[in-house]
T-cell receptor, first 117, second 113 residues
Framework: AQTVTQSQPEMSVQEAETVTLSCTYDTSESNYYLFWYKQPPSRQMILVIRQEAYKQQNATENRFSVNFQKAAKSFSLKISDSQLGDTAMYFCAFMKLTTDSWGKLQFGAGTQVVVTP | EAGVTQSPTHLIKTRGQQATLRCSPISGHTSVYWYQQALGLGLQFLLWYDEGEERNRGNFPPRFSGRQFPNYSSELNVNALELEDSALYLC????????????FGPGTRLTVT
């Protein structure tokens, strides 16, 4: 069963506009971490933002922010003031803090974001 | 500060051969993780090493193995290569077992013919 679901295979956004990527996850655990990674055409996976499940406050990193809805098991990423360099595949990832899952990132299928001039 | 490095960039092998992939973590990081990114299968966790010990393993056959050296660098070995082993293999590192942010290297593209 898929643990992390990204329902948008591709999204297009114009420069300077805002785009929101959706991610839902499935778990019965209360202790976990969530991440967004980006993978540009160079293939290098880059950590964008992280969220601890026990924190109610949504994480923010410059133009990137998340909307973490724990009860709904939703973790969306908002990219504000989009730039051409934001063009990449974006992966949502989940890590349960249990013995069998420690250290193991579980990734969604990814959303391809294309920023156009 | 140098990031995670991996070698080689590309590797071409024949079915049945063995492949060895190498990874050097960020300085100060003790944990190394391996992931496989195959077309149609997405990113899948392979292995986690910390302080020279295997700490967790994904759902892969035993012909996928590895080790971590005293300097924290790591090798991933894939024996008896099969065509479906063709993939991008990503290595990541973190400060240690209680540090959950993983930083990735550029990957090794393995092609099995």
């Amino acid at each position: 069963a898929q643990t992390v679901t990204q329902s948008q295979p591709e999204m297009s956004v114009q420069e300077a506009e805002t785009v929101t990527l959706s991610c839902t996850y499935d778990t019965s655990e209360s202790n976990y971490y969530l991440f967004w990674y980006k993978q540009p055409p160079s293939r290098q996976m880059i950590l964008v933002i992280r969220q601890e499940a026990y924190k109610q406050q949504n994480a923010t990193e410059n133009r990137f922010s998340v909307n973490f809805q724990k009860a709904a098991k939703s973790f969306s990423l908002k990219i504000s003031d989009s730039q051409l360099g934001d063009t990449a595949m974006y992966f949502c990832a989940f890590m349960k803090l249990t013995t069998d899952s420690w250290g193991k990132l579980q990734f969604g299928a990814g959303t391809q974001v294309v920023v156009t001039p | 500060e140098a990031g995670v490095t991996q070698s080689p960039t590309h590797l071409i092998k024949t079915r049945g051969q063995q492949a060895t992939l190498r990874c050097s973590p960020i300085s100060g990081h003790t944990s190394v993780y391996w992931y496989q990114q195959a077309l149609g299968l997405g990113l899948q966790f392979l292995l986690w090493y910390d302080e020279g010990e295997e700490r967790n393993r994904g759902n892969f056959p035993p012909r996928f193995s590895g080790r971590q050296f005293p300097n924290y660098s790591s090798e991933l070995n894939v024996n008896a290569l099969e065509l479906e082993d063709s993939a991008l293999y990503l290595c990541a590192s973190s400060l240690g077992p209680d540090h959950y942010e993983q930083y990735f290297g550029p990957g090794t593209r393995l092609t099995v013919t």
